[in-house]
């Protein structure tokens, strides 16, 4: 199954593995369709990602985007 979503990474997050995560414990393929996130950046930065994997990892996987403090913008 494949899952589209746009995710914004507060500022406090940056130095978090949050797309090694995604791949190593959620077993998923992940593809980065489009980001910002600037190393000196004020504010956060956001990623358009495209998950691929099981259905009940891919549930998991924004669960623990939501439990870190991603906020999750576009979810298909």
């Known amino acids: ?37 600037d190393q000196k950046a004020i504010g956060g930065g956001w990623f358009d990602l495209l998950l691929d994997g099981e259905d009940l990892n891919l549930e998991q996987s924004v669960l623990y985007l939501k439990d870190i403090g991603v906020e999750i913008w576009n979810e298909h």
């Open 1 to 37: 199954m494949q899952k589209t979503i746009r995710i914004q990474v507060p500022q406090s997050l940056h130095q978090v593995p949050i797309i090694s995560t995604l791949i190593t414990e959620y077993k998923l393929t992940v593809n980065i369709r489009g980001a910002i996130l």
